[in-house]
């Protein structure tokens, strides 16, 4: 790293020294070792070996973390380190002791009508100098709202002028695009909200997700991004944007009431289905339920609604027809001129096939055995799969194929020896110990400490879970998982409410506000 850091000693213009440190610093946050603490080894561990080199070139790389540190102990370690080598006599690099004085001009917003993906374009100016230390720059960066709003891209640029005219011109030559102003403090909050997912993403593990890779030119620029959006202020708290379940309801009775809807000929299947449509707009596309695109039809159609919703066999007839009709009525608050509403419409029985195979069969469509399904669902009621599913995960791997009778999730010993197997690593055989065919099984069986407050916990969280009570419990789970909570988490989160209501009155409410 220091040899690499020579290359900052050539450099005249701040901006080309922050690229550079930038750019080092996403390469050290990319190593991944397991067992080993990047951020301790490479980030700390670096930095006190700088100060101990006290070389010129360790001064321009602690001034360079200085101000694109990726945490505020790194930043404020390097800078101690920095003024440590200038008291030493060491030279600063020709582009100054701190990089990091630019501030933010002016904020924009880039976006086709469909909505799918954001364009921010933030323009930044020295605080202080002349000639090229004044020069402006832009900071554009891609958001994808498809993929859950991460970063997609991102780069710099100092022709902001020839930038600001182009994308003023597209946007008055295309109507499907808008190109706005918009304040620093939105900047702040659509940037950092995007940082926070691509790093939950990035630092996702197997067991909790599909992970995110960042292209080398993004991941080269993360720092900088990181350090430029803490020059935006942050917009101040006010009334909360969460859709509750009753705007959610008058939003779906007022287009079960439009002309749009008219067709739609059974009218309980078609609520159930706007329902889950304005579920997926507030929860997985940050509170824009009326957007849509035919990418987004794409996701709810064929990822998200596989993985949250099992639908009804009438609902899953609906589905195709009331989310059309949900387009026709929703694209005119979108503003989408009519051929994006076709196309947008079309793109729903492109997607109709492929979602109606999905569906035909639960059992196959979900991975699981029949079994499987008879105990989960022993009162056919379909639409509590998933929520079951969530409770009692091992069911549907093969871990438990050959001890299927121990682990009946529908009597009371079968769901406490799941409970303890999927939470503690216990297994809490229920069958008496002459039953056990061999000193070695009944080895394996033997009964482990566990805390038994935390698997009553448990236990009355399952039953919950299992009969839908309260009726907003799954849906304040799916809200978490949404929103990239990892199991485990989403698990504590209910104990926690469940814990601290003091009666279901309280419970559905504190549910309500996750």
């Known amino acids: ?124 100016r020295r605080d202080h100098g002349h000639g090229p230390d004044a020069t402006e720059h832009a900071l554009i960066t891609i958001i994808d709202h498809n993929a859950g709003g991460i970063l997609r891209d991102a780069w710099v640029s100092t022709k902001v002028d020839q930038l600001l005219e182009h994308c003023t011109e597209e946007a008055s030559s295309d109507p499907m695009r808008n190109f706005t102003q918009i304040s620093h403090e ?119 609604l596989p993985r949250r919703v099992v639908l009804l066999p009438e609902e899953q007839e609906a589905m195709p027809h009331v989310l059309a009709a949900w387009i026709r009525w929703a694209g005119p608050f979108q503003g989408l001129p009519e051929i994006a509403l076709h196309a947008t419409v079309d793109a729903v029985w492109e997607a109709t096939a492929v979602f109606s195979r999905s569906y035909w069969d639960p059992s196959s469509a979900f991975g699981l055995r029949r079994e499987v399904m008879r105990r989960l669902l022993p009162d056919g009621d379909l639409a ?50 002459r039953g056990r065919h061999s000193a070695g099984e009944e080895a394996r069986h033997d009964r482990q400490e566990v805390d038994e407050e935390a698997v009553a916990a448990h236990e009355r969280l399952a039953d919950r879970l299992w009969r839908g009570d309260p009726a907003n419990l799954w849906s304040a789970a799916q809200r978490l998982l949404d929103r990239g909570h990892t199991r485990p988490a989403v698990l504590e989160s209910l104990l926690d409410a469940i814990a601290e209501a003091e009666d279901e009155e309280s419970l559905s409410k504190g549910l309500d506000e996750l």
């Open 1 to 124: 790293m220091l040899r690499a850091a020579r290359a900052l000693l050539a450099i005249r213009h701040p901006l080309d020294a922050e690229l550079v440190v930038s750019e080092l610093l996403g390469a050290w946050r990319a190593s991944r070792i397991p067992g080993v603490d990047i951020e301790q080894v490479l980030g700390e561990g670096l930095l006190d070996y700088a100060r101990q080199a006290a070389t010129p070139a360790a001064l321009a790389l602690l001034a360079g973390v200085a101000a694109l540190g990726s945490s505020h102990r790194h930043r404020s370690v390097a800078m101690r380190g920095a003024r440590s080598l200038v008291e030493q006599g060491i030279a600063r690099p020709t582009w100054g002791g701190s990089p990091a004085l630019a501030h933010p001009v002016e904020a924009h917003l880039s976006r086709s009508k469909f909505g799918d993906a954001d364009e921010l374009v933030c323009t930044f």
């Open 186 to 304: 939105r900047a702040h909050t659509l940037l950092t909200s995007a940082l926070e997912r691509t790093d939950r993403l990035v630092a996702a593990t197997p067991d909790e997700g599909p992970g995110y890779e960042p292209a080398g030119p993004l991941l080269a620029l993360l720092p900088l991004i990181r350090a430029r959006a803490r020059t935006l202020p942050r917009e101040q708290p006010g009334r909360s944007g969460a859709w509750r379940r009753d705007r959610r309801a008058t939003l779906a009775a007022r287009f079960l009431a439009s002309s749009a809807a008219s067709d739609l000929s059974d009218s309980y299947a078609a609520s159930r289905c706007a329902d889950h449509i304005i579920d997926y707009g507030c929860d997985a596309d940050f509170g824009r339920p009326l957007r849509m695109s035919p990418r987004k039809v794409d996701a709810f159609m064929l990822n998200w």
């Open 384 to 433: 509590a799969l998933p929520r079951r599913m969530f409770a009692f995960p091992l069911l549907a791997g093969d871990l438990l194929s050959e001890n299927d009778g121990d682990f009946d999730p529908t009597t009371a010993a079968g769901r406490r020896a799941l409970l303890l197997l999927d939470h503690f690593g216990a297994y809490d055989d229920p069958r008496p110990a």
